[in-house]
């Protein structure tokens, strides 16, 4: 049949692989660029001065052509490794606000924190390896992220 491919065939199979870590972090929703006024009407009760946390769960997805010899899109054990990095070392159990320097000039929102574990997941990654951040700030606030 035109198009099909039959499992002796040599087309490259392409795979992706999620793997989801979960950390916990506090942070306060305030922009610099914003007037204390502003910062209440915009961003609410999550603009307390004390701040306020969340059990965020990430999921990382990896997209890649699975090897032929390993049979695998990129080692686990790796991926791991990354997450660990990038994502469990700098922000579990963090006041993302003042133990991240990122987010010293960078309101500490799920999309900005996204973008962030983006930025250094692709360091950390080989190339074109990294498909999507999705970050569960909540159970109904899910946010994705594609380096767009």
């Known amino acids: 049949m035109a198009g099909s491919v039959t499992s002796g065939s040599s087309a490259e199979r392409v795979g992706y692989i999620t793997r989801i870590q979960s950390f916990s972090a506090c942070h306060r929703l305030h922009s610099i660029h914003l007037s204390d006024e502003e910062n209440k009407k915009v961003y609410g009760k999550c603009n307390n001065p004390h701040g306020h946390g969340h059990n965020y769960k990430v999921e990382v997805t990896v997209r890649g052509k699975i090897d032929r010899v ?13 997450i660990e990095d990038v994502i ?10 003042k133990d991240v320097p990122y987010f ?13 574990i983006w930025d250094n997941m692709v360091k950390a990654l080989l190339p074109n ?14 946010v994705v992220y594609r380096g767009e």
């Open 70 to 82: 390993t049979g695998m899109v990129m080692n686990l054990t790796d991926l791991k490794r990354c």
């Open 88 to 97: 469990m070392t700098p922000l579990d159990h963090k006041n993302l606000d």
């Open 104 to 116: 010293a000039s960078v309101v500490s929102t799920t999309e900005n924190l996204a973008v962030y």
């Open 129 to 142: 390896l990294l498909y999507e951040i999705k970050i569960h700030e909540t159970d109904k606030n899910i």
